[in-house]
């Protein structure tokens, strides 16, 4: 696997690869089991060559407040190298933010989504995060021209945010939402999770048990008011501090009553809001399967599986039920369909 660090040498990569398909995933660097399971999907033949898979790490300013853990967030580039390796990376683009953003962050054109897919959730309580995502993966983009991007189910409103950025801007590649890697307990893995003292991640195992209960308790047509209360309730008994609880639509994030996503962001009793881990659960609106599935998704039992992944939970899925810990990387629900494109990025002129 080759380390590339500088905007020259990722041109040269980039020029000795033919017409090889390039699947792209885009990281902050931590990486850990679900990294590397993005990566193996990456790599895996879709049809004709196969792709060569490139990986970035990069610690984006832009997407951190004020008062969040930029300076603290683990960076350990020789660890994370050694990890895309394993799982199958041709190439690790790892740039600082001066060669990213040559002109300074001041003076940057940046992007910023629609205002309604950012008005809940996390974007509610971290103004101006999403613009920062949407500009540095616009801007990656735009120098590596992949074929494919593939991004965790984890961050669920990220992925319909740089969903809807992409298509909105005509952007030449293919999404592509991955399911949430978990630890035996059910935690979604997470680069944050390193933070937890043994004291604060014992606590953190009340994450999916109580959002396994919510699930199961969720009639096809009953309000979600009440669930949500409850679902409130149970995470402060278990001496978490809830930010927010809330029930929106997974496809458009806006607020909806009943059968949609619910998503709850809290810090635990003493941790910091650096500190946040995130849950997902896909729940069917009938008969629940009773063992959690790829990604932690229950679905519905007998639902057709196709090959596709993203089709089949749009077929067999409409409710979501997710909890989202500090306030961050919200939410999880159905994916939606990748959409088609008719030209790659090789195509373009873009610099």
């Known amino acids: 696997m080759e380390l590339l660090q500088t905007i020259a040498e990722l041109r040269r990569w980039l020029a000795e690869g033919n017409a090889a398909p390039l699947h792209f995933v885009p990281t902050m660097g931590a990486l850990h089991a679900g990294h590397q399971n993005l990566i193996r999907r990456a790599g895996q033949r879709r049809s004709g060559a196969q792709p060569r898979v490139l990986v970035s790490v990069f610690v984006n300013p832009l997407q951190f407040g004020p008062h969040e853990d930029f300076a603290r967030y683990p960076r350990d580039l020789a660890s994370d ?28 054109t940046r992007i910023q989504p629609p205002e309604g897919l950012q008005r809940g959730l996390c974007g509610a309580r971290r103004p101006g995060h999403f613009n920062g995502v949407a500009t540095v993966v616009v801007r990656l983009l ?31 590649v293919q999404v592509e939402g991955c399911p949430t890697q978990r630890e035996p307990d059910g935690l979604a893995l997470s680069s944050r999770n390193r933070y937890l003292n043994p004291q604060q991640r014992h606590q953190a195992a009340a994450l999916p048990r109580i959002l ?45 009553q009943q059968r949609v996503v619910a998503a709850v962001a809290r810090d635990r009793g003493g941790v910091d809001r650096g500190r946040r881990l995130a849950e997902l659960l896909v729940v069917g609106l009938d008969a629940l399967d009773d063992r959690l599935v790829e990604g932690g998704a229950l679905v519905l039992r007998g639902a057709v ?28 629900s159905t994916p939606q369909r990748p959409t088609p494109w008719s030209r790659c990025w090789r195509g373009w002129s873009w610099s």
């Open 81 to 108: 190298a050694q990890l895309a390796a394993a799982a199958g990376a041709d190439a690790l683009f790892a740039p600082s933010a001066a060669e990213l953003y040559p002109e300074g962050e001041a003076d940057l």
């Open 142 to 172: 735009a120098l590596i021209r992949p074929d494919r991007l593939l991004l965790g189910e984890k961050d669920w409103q990220q992925l319909v945010i740089l969903r809807r950025v992409v298509a909105d801007l005509g952007l030449p």
């Open 212 to 256: 396994r209960a919510a699930a199961e308790g969720l009639a096809g047509s009953a309000p979600m008011a009440p669930l949500l209360s409850r679902v409130r309730q149970q995470l402060e008994q278990a001496q978490l501090v809830v930010d927010y609880v809330e029930a929106t639509d997974p496809l458009n994030l806006q607020p909806r």
């Open 305 to 332: 599986r196709h090959a596709d992944r993203d089709r089949a939970l749009l077929q067999a899925t409409e409710v979501v039920v997710e909890l989202h810990a500090g306030g961050c990387n919200a939410a999880a």
